[in-house]
């Protein structure tokens, strides 16, 4: 069983950044496939980038060139940095692994207001 907790929510200003952060239990991280997904009130949940175990990444062609997947697999950790932000990347933000089945990280909300 595989247990993620994110971190790194919070209140930005537009144009501000925010790093968040994942925290995988277990001893399968490293054959994962990580990604971050988001959902905003009334909305689906929506892919927002993920890395392969290899460290091959895609990203939502609304957050290229802002935000930054990575993961330190010494530390069972993936993190997005977020730059450039907007308003409408307010969301939850869920951490995912896949290695056969999904798991799911609880959820951290990221609000971008003035």
């Known amino acids: 069983q595989v247990q993620l907790v994110e971190s790194g929510g919070g209140l930005v200003q537009p144009g501000g950044s925010l790093r968040l952060s994942c925290v995988a239990s277990g001893d399968i991280f490293r054959v994962m496939t990580m990604g971050w997904y988001r959902q905003a009130p009334g909305k689906e949940r929506e892919l927002v980038a993920v890395?392969?175990?290899?460290?091959?990444?895609n990203y939502a062609d609304s957050v290229k060139g802002r935000f930054t997947i990575s993961r330190d697999n010494a530390k069972n950790t993936v993190s997005l940095e977020m730059n450039s932000l907007k308003p409408e990347d307010t969301a939850v933000y869920y951490c995912?692994?896949?290695?056969?089945?999904?798991?799911w990280g609880q959820g951290t909300q990221v609000t971008v207001s003035s």
């Open positions: 890395i392969a175990s290899g460290g091959n990444t």
């Open positions: 995912n692994g896949k290695h056969q089945i999904q798991y």
